[in-house]
């Protein structure tokens, strides 16, 4: 039996079984193959579907450094203008510019009620209540300025990159207000509030921020100026 053993050991592959190896293997190979050519497809379909695509071109200005003081990470950007269904039918900047005006003022609205209700659930007066009572103040202006700044900003919109300059920045000027008010406001809670807690005191910020850069790619005008 141990002859018989050692004999069927040593005995070389037949041909048959070797090609029914090779051709395992190569089905093997197809697969892989095939399935890297489907997630390849996929991918760039998805690439495909990026250009050409407003809201991504405009995102990608507002993370790569384009606009010189503004900045808006890509994903999150695309994410806040996407949340408003115009932004899918939006055919230039300016459409995009009302859209994030829009947005800015129903977040502001919810900052101020936020706002409002931590203020008025403090059980003691220290310095966080006084930073809550100047916030109110800030979002007062903020929620009186967003329509100016809206209309000042429709009156150019036709114009579109023809806007002379100084049509173009009181639109800008009239955003800087914004940010200052809302920057003023995130600065005042980080000092005197919890600083896990105040993101979402900036997230505003960069929603104003969101709309200056959109009014600067509508009109073709850069504000070096901002004071925020």
């Not at 510019?97 to 609205?109: N, P, Q, Y």
């Not at 200052?180 to 005042?188: E, G, I, K, M, N």
Request: charged content about 25%.
């Amino acid at each position: 039996m141990q002859t018989i053993a050692k004999t069927m050991a040593a005995r070389p592959l037949t041909s048959i079984t070797l090609a029914a190896m090779l051709l395992l293997v190569s089905l093997g190979i197809a697969k892989v193959a095939g399935d890297d050519s489907k997630n390849t497809g996929s991918n760039k379909g998805n690439d495909m579907a990026r250009v050409g695509d407003l809201v991504v071109e405009v995102c990608k200005n507002m993370s790569d450094g384009f606009l010189k003081q503004i900045h808006f990470d890509e994903e999150p950007c695309i994410s806040v203008l996407r949340s408003d269904n115009r932004s899918a039918v939006a055919k230039d900047h300016g459409d995009l510019a009302i859209v994030a005006f829009d947005i800015l003022e129903h977040r502001s609205k919810e900052i101020a009620s936020k706002i409002d209700s931590l203020l008025h659930g403090l059980t003691v007066h220290n310095w966080t209540e006084r930073a809550l009572q100047f916030c109110v103040a800030d979002y007062a202006t903020v929620l009186h300025t967003i329509p100016l700044c809206r209309n000042m900003f429709l009156d150019v919109k036709p114009l579109g990159t023809k806007a002379g300059y100084e049509d173009a920045i009181v639109a800008l000027d009239c955003v800087d207000r914004l940010g200052v008010a809302t920057r003023d406001c995130s600065l005042r809670m980080i000092n005197n509030w919890d600083y896990n807690q105040v993101e979402v005191f900036f997230d505003v910020t960069r929603h104003v921020s969101l709309a200056w850069g959109l009014i600067e790619m509508a009109t073709d005008t850069l504000d070096d100026h901002s004071t925020w």
